[in-house]
């Protein structure tokens, strides 16, 4: 058996959509979310908890936020 991770190239390995979206307000704000994302729960009264729910109910939505995740990390210095 290999000690390998299972998922060596894939950078949201082990990383949870709430970590993500919590990043991602941390370092951009909601405005600039909902600027680079144009949905409601980003829009109005967004909260990590509402956008959770329509994240994981709607699946371009959280790959676009998964997407930028993965920019944002490669853009680092």
Same mark, same amino acid.
């Given at each position: +058996?290999?000690?390998? !991770? @299972?998922?060596?190239?894939?950078?949201?390995?082990?990383?949870?959509?709430?970590?993500?979206?919590?990043?991602?307000? *941390?370092?951009?704000?909601?405005?600039?979310?909902?600027? *680079?994302?144009?949905? /409601?729960? =980003? +829009? =109005?009264? !967004?909260?990590?908890? @509402? @956008?959770?729910? =329509?994240?994981?109910?709607? !699946?371009?939505?959280?790959?676009?936020? *998964? *997407?930028?995740?993965? /920019?944002?990390?490669?853009?680092?210095?």
């Amino acid at each position: +058996m290999s000690t390998q !991770p @299972s998922h060596p190239n894939d950078p949201l390995h082990g990383i949870t959509l709430k970590k993500i979206l919590e990043t991602l307000v *941390e370092r951009h704000g909601w405005k600039k979310l909902a600027e *680079e994302i144009q949905i /409601r729960c =980003f +829009m =109005f009264d !967004p909260t990590i908890n @509402s @956008s959770l729910k =329509f994240l994981r109910q709607t !699946p371009w939505a959280r790959r676009k936020v *998964e *997407e930028w995740y993965v /920019r944002d990390l490669s853009e680092e210095p």
